[in-house]
């Protein structure tokens, strides 16, 4: 073997381990679709397994409204109505903290308090086996980042023919996109929400519903046709909704 064919074998098993050891990062312990304490999450965490931040931070701002803790503000924002009410929630007294000036939806998420709070719950759901842990995500992407650098230095030092190159290249440069392409919450998480959704199907009408923590559900699970049947007008005027809809027209 050739020093050139040398460099290209050694590339391509280089390449090779850093979608195995990914591979590796990514993967996550079975999990029951259950918390520590055998109970499903709660409304937030729910959001967090299928909207990611902003969905759990919105769901906290929904109970807070309930209990008349926040309210819209002007032009989309949220401010803060008084004290937080009795809520012990973690994610709910986070997001109330950070409310100290009218603010966004997006911008409030990325409030101190606000995320420290959500990543405490993420980390709640990932010792679940219901999100990949963050980082344990970016090094993964890291070494995922390196493939194609690494096995284009070995093409560069070898000359190898186009044939070999596809041959040797393409497997691995296919892995490595899909295994980027893995979402946060895993295959338990997935299948949780999917069991939820088919118990809790969406109402058509928000008055078959009158159960708070039930209307905290459906947004967890649904987020914006849950926000819109349920809280129209706050939703509208606070900027939860993803794609606002347009004002209600007078007679």
């Known amino acids: 073997m050739g020093t ?37 999450p709660g409304p937030e965490g729910l959001a967090l397994l299928r909207g990611g931040r902003l969905a759990a931070v919105t769901v906290a701002l929904v109970a807070l409204h309930q209990h008349g803790a926040v309210a819209a503000g002007r032009k989309r924002t949220i401010r803060a109505n008084g004290g937080p009410g009795r809520t012990r929630d973690p994610v709910q007294l986070g997001v109330h903290r950070s409310l100290r000036n009218a603010l966004g939806l997006r911008e409030l998420a990325l409030r101190p308090e606000a995320r420290r709070a959500v990543d405490g719950l993420r980390a709640e759901l990932g010792r679940a086996g219901l999100l990949r842990p963050p980082g344990r995500r970016r090094a993964a992407w890291l070494l995922l980042a390196a493939v194609p650098p690494t096995f284009a230095a070995g093409v560069a030092a070898s000359g190898a023919a186009l044939g070999t190159v596809v041959a040797a290249g393409l497997p691995v440069l296919v892995a ?35 159960d708070g923590r039930l209307v905290q559900l459906y947004v967890a699970l649904y987020g914006d046709p849950a926000l819109a049947l349920f809280l129209p007008r706050f939703s509208r005027d606070s900027g939860l909704l993803s794609r606002p809809e347009p004002p ?4």
């Open 176 to 210: 490595a996109p899909t295994l980027l392409c893995l979402p946060p919450a895993t295959r338990a998480a997935r299948r949780l929400l999917a069991e939820l959704r088919e118990r809790h199907p969406l109402p058509a009408h928000r008055r078959e519903v009158t």
């Open 4 to 40: 050139g064919s040398g460099w290209f074998v050694a590339a391509v098993v280089a390449a090779w381990a850093e979608v195995l050891t990914a591979a590796v990062l990514l993967r996550t312990r079975n999990g029951s679709g259950t918390g520590s304490a055998g109970a499903t």
């Open 248 to 251: 209600e027209e007078r007679p």
